[in-house]
């Protein structure tokens, strides 16, 4: 694998397309794979869900996340065996939903590589670490009116406390979007981290 591979993972009611666009400038240092949320969003004409934010509560948010990981795990995996590689192997990239859906991955202890999220939150339970730690990245605008820089700054101690190797970078003046400050923090923190040292999942016939 010449170039690290970033999943990427959109924010509710958005898509695969429009991610793709805003992350192009990481082409020279990885390949960009971005994925269309599972269900079509249910709050407007277009665009896609991880899942459906109709009515959500704090309370119901994890149940919701918890429902739209096996969808994922199985989106990956089929991902990771189509390139040969293990699915750990997969660099993790979620803006907003997208970002909580990534937190989630980690948290559940479904991904020990490497993952990034942006202007995102942690809604599922820590499970205790059994293999090698994931390294995160949290990225998060301090003006961000749609998610508090409190929610990436609360995910990152847990994280960290929990054993994980955690980085929290703050940008400002970019809001709740992807912006010139985040693809400097993501391209300086991928340059920075080595990936996971896994073998090749690839079956030779």
Same mark, same amino acid.
Request: proline fraction near 9%; glycine fraction near 8%.
């Given at each position: 694998m010449s170039r690290p591979i970033i999943v990427a993972l959109h924010g509710v009611g958005s898509s695969a397309r429009d991610l793709a666009a805003a992350l192009a400038p990481l082409a020279p240092i990885a390949e960009v794979v971005a994925l269309d949320g599972c269900e079509p969003f249910d709050r407007g004409p277009s665009g896609r869900q991880w899942f459906s934010i109709a009515s959500v509560t704090e309370a119901d948010r994890p149940r919701r996340v918890a429902g739209a990981l096996p969808r994922l795990i199985n989106r990956l995996d089929r991902l990771a065996a189509d390139r040969g590689v293990d699915r750990h192997a997969l660099t993790l990239l979620g803006f907003s939903q997208g970002a909580i859906m990534t937190l989630a991955m980690v948290a559940q202890r479904l991904h #020990?590589?490497?993952? $990034?999220?942006? %202007?995102?939150?942690?809604?599922?339970? $820590?499970?205790? /670490?059994?293999?090698?730690? %994931?390294?995160? =990245?949290?990225? *998060? &605008?301090? &003006? &961000?009116? $749609? /998610?508090? $820089?409190? =929610? +990436?700054?609360? @995910? @990152? %101690?847990? =994280? @960290? +406390? @929990?054993? &994980? #190797?955690? %980085?929290?970078?703050?940008?400002?003046?970019?809001? *709740?979007?992807?912006?010139?400050?985040t693809l400097s923090a993501i391209r300086d923190w991928l340059v920075a981290t080595p990936a996971p040292l896994l073998q090749s999942t690839l079956i030779e016939g």
């Open positions: #020990h590589g490497r993952a $990034i999220a942006v %202007a995102g939150r942690l809604a599922a339970p $820590i499970l205790p /670490m059994e293999g090698r730690p %994931a390294s995160v =990245l949290l990225v *998060h &605008d301090r &003006d &961000d009116p $749609i /998610m508090p $820089i409190s =929610l +990436s700054q609360d @995910a @990152a %101690a847990r =994280l @960290a +406390s @929990a054993g &994980d #190797h955690v %980085a929290l970078r703050a940008t400002d003046e970019v809001g *709740h979007a992807i912006s010139g400050p």
